[in-house]
């Protein structure tokens, strides 16, 4: 008879192997009930040998007590987004930028349904599932482990024994559209809320703070790809890495193909997209990923998305309705939109009451009327437009659009510039919707990220004059949010604390905040790290800021105006008086290499070619993927293959890994 404890480890292995076969492989080997007994057992035995009970005994996936927040998780290695191709030739670009970057005539990639869920990072350390999150901003994400831990697809512990030590994986949560019509059907009966889609579904239900509530809910996961590695080393193939995770227990789609060049890519997106009702589960797209990790190496990342994938999305989802009304919204910086007020209609899983017309000249080229059946489309998470009228089905009734010559809001003149297709309301900050949008930018997630202020109560606070500038959030009183709308006192002092807590920012976040037109995230990037400091780069002139690689005189004129006026040198100082403040930034000035651009090619032997682009970057350089007549040198590595010919072709000088270090020493 074997002992308590070897009993119990039999156990686990045995029932771990059936829900490997049962929710991975979905092929399971023995009935229901036979599972059942098994894992009565193993219960029994545990709740009579308490001190044999383990973290990733099969028993164990919802045990902790319910959260009152979630703790946050900074990604080790960033969670990058998807880069979309709308259209066959927006995916052949992608191809043709992967094959002239890797300079190469076809390139393998790896065909994948894109799921419509939740992307988490799974980490195991020596085969034990220890931290589950999500991706949030691709930086840092929710720790979802408790929830993560209740989906049965999910293994606590991987099979086999020759994981790395630590290894990130990463998939798709979801609920499958059966799934989703049982919670839903189940909602209805006991009175719930249901949900409008699988996709809020999933969201709604891993992000619940009490784990027995997420283990009610019918998630699964398919795995796509891996993050940190540590201790043990992959396949160099996306494909076979995919392959290994399958070997270690864990749910990738079985659909999963290597495809050759953009033909396979086409053939496998249009055989996907015939399939697709048929699917069990909600997809959005294919995702192409170059299958060779040396060559997704070489590729790298930009912003936000690696330069090696692509997301093929599928033609947006469509449906009919009526134009009730066509007015006009004001934005963040007074461009005046055209909106058209819909017959709400459920279109890609929402329903739609609103559409942009994005500017006059688009509305006459549509000629939408008030009143028209349009053909509306909502595709993916972008916002709603109008595809076309139904001309056939117009009344002599419709009514045309006009432009209003005064802003709806404020009652400045709207000025339309020759040659642009915006037309812009003139009362700048007088113009309450243009505070209320600077207002909402300025709290934003990538902004100053202040948690709490939504769009209904800013729209509040500016209405009742509250707050006119962005400074004035500081002197919010808690008393006075609890008197708003939809708050109470303890939301009042939530925000209150996230007020304090977004004081302590960085400058470019700062920067990117002020709502400076054309300065988006990566223009505030680029300030911060030449000026390093605020009042510096406020004394800047057009051509202090035209010397920067990467702004114009357009973007620099908006700046030096912005700085200009005496009404934002006040905002600053309120907000610096209220305490906002951040790291000093540490610029270099030395930039002896400014103006010029290398390529690396081959494999260097005292450093990463990462670090000799960060080495060259940080002396003013601009390091390139590919050659031209323009660039100043290549430097060659080791095996440097054609472009090397190419430089030769070209006279471009030829620099050694040891000519590359002098250089960096100077
Ligand atoms: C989805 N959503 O199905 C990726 N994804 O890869 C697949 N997402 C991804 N891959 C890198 N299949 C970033 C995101």
């Known amino acids: 008879m074997a002992t308590p404890e070897k009993r119990a480890?039999?156990?686990?292995?045995?029932?771990?192997?059936?829900?490997?076969?049962?929710?991975?492989?979905?092929?399971?080997?023995?009935?229901?009930?036979?599972?059942?007994?098994?894992?009565?057992?193993?219960?029994?035995?545990?709740?009579?040998?308490?001190?044999?009970?383990?973290?990733?005994?099969p028993t164990q996936r919802v045990g902790a007590e319910p959260l009152k927040v979630f703790g946050e998780v900074r990604h080790e290695v960033p969670m990058l987004s998807l880069d979309n191709a709308f259209s066959d030739e927006e995916l052949a670009s992608f191809d043709r930028r992967v094959r002239e970057r890797l300079e190469v005539d076809s390139v393998e990639y790896t065909a994948e349904p894109k799921l419509d869920g939740l992307a988490v990072s799974l980490l195991y350390e020596d085969g034990q599932l220890v931290r589950a999150a999500t991706r949030g901003d691709g930086a840092t994400g929710e720790n979802v482990t408790q929830n993560v831990r209740t989906i049965q697809s999910i293994p606590l512990r991987l099979l086999g024994n020759d994981h790395p030590h630590r290894l990130e994986v990463r998939g798709e949560v979801f609920i499958s559209r059966d799934g989703f019509r049982r919670l839903n059907e189940r909602a209805l009966q006991q009175g719930q809320k249901i949900f409008a889609n699988p996709r809020n579904a999933a969201a709604g239900s891993l992000r619940q703070l009490d784990p027995a509530v997420t283990a009610q809910r019918p998630l699964e996961i398919y795995c796509y790809g891996t993050g940190l590695v540590e201790g043990g080393e992959l396949p160099g193939r996306h494909s076979e890495i995919l392959q290994q995770l399958r070997d270690w227990g864990l749910r990738v789609y079985p659909g999963i193909e290597r495809v050759m060049g953009l033909e396979g890519c086409v053939k496998y997106y249009r055989q996907l997209e015939k399939q697709r009702d048929q699917l069990a589960f909600d997809i959005d797209g294919v995702v192409f990923k170059v299958d060779r990790l040396d060559q997704r190496q070489q590729l790298g990342f930009v912003a936000r998305a690696p330069r090696w994938a692509v997301a093929r999305k599928f033609a947006a989802q469509e449906e009919l309705t009526r134009v009730i009304d066509i007015d006009v919204q004001v934005g963040r910086t007074g461009a005046i939109t055209p909106v058209a007020r819909l017959e709400p209609v459920f279109v890609g899983g929402v329903t739609v009451t609103n559409a942009t017309l994005h500017n006059e000249d688009e509305v006459r080229r549509k000629d939408v009327?008030?009143?028209?059946?349009?053909?509306?489309?909502?595709?993916?998470?972008?916002?709603?437009?109008?595809?076309?009228?139904?001309?056939?089905?117009r009344s002599e009734t419709c009514r045309s659009f006009v432009m209003p010559t005064q802003c709806p809001v404020c009652g400045s003149d709207i000025e339309k510039i020759e040659g642009e297709a915006v037309a812009r309301c003139t009362g700048g900050l007088y113009c309450a919707a243009q505070r209320r949008e600077a207002i909402?930018?300025?709290a934003s997630r990538r902004a100053m990220d202040i948690e709490g202020l939504g769009d209904k109560l800013v729209d509040q606070l500016v209405d009742l004059k509250l707050v006119e500038d962005v400074a004035d959030l500081y002197s919010l009183r808690p008393e006075i949010l609890a008197g708003m709308e939809r708050m109470g006192d303890k939301s009042a002092h939530k925000l209150i604390a996230a007020l304090e807590c977004s004081k302590e920012t960085t400058l470019e976040r700062f920067l990117y905040a002020l709502g400076i037109r054309e300065v988006g995230e990566a223009t505030a990037r680029t300030l911060a790290q030449e000026f390093g400091d605020l009042e510096v780069l406020m004394q800047a002139s057009e051509a202090d800021l035209e010397a920067i690689h990467d702004i114009g005189p357009v973007v620099a004129r908006h700046i030096v105006n912005f700085f200009q006026q005496a009404h934002n040198r006040e905002v600053i100082d309120k907000l610096l008086t209220a305490g906002v403040h951040w790291q000093a930034v540490t610029v270099s000035r030395h930039r002896p290499l400014e103006g010029h651009t290398y390529v690396i090619t081959g494999t260097l032997s005292s450093m990463t070619r990462d670090q000799a682009k960060q080495g060259l970057q940080a002396l003013g350089a601009k390091v390139s993927g590919s050659l031209s007549k323009k660039t100043s040198a290549l430097v060659a590595g080791d095996n440097p293959g054609s472009k090397l010919d190419k430089a030769e072709k070209l006279q471009v000088p030829v620099l050694s890994e040891q000519d590359m270090i002098e250089l960096l020493q100077q």
Do not use: C, W
């Open 9 to 57: 480890a039999q156990l686990r292995e045995q029932i771990r192997y059936h829900n490997f076969r049962y929710y991975v492989l979905d092929d399971p080997q023995i009935p229901d009930a036979e599972y059942d007994r098994l894992m009565q057992e193993l219960q029994a035995l545990e709740t009579e040998h308490p001190e044999l009970v383990s973290p990733d005994s």
């Open 440 to 442: 909402k930018h300025f």
């Open 369 to 393: 009327r008030v009143g028209d059946t349009v053909v509306v489309r909502r595709a993916g998470d972008v916002i709603p437009e109008i595809v076309s009228v139904v001309k056939e089905r």
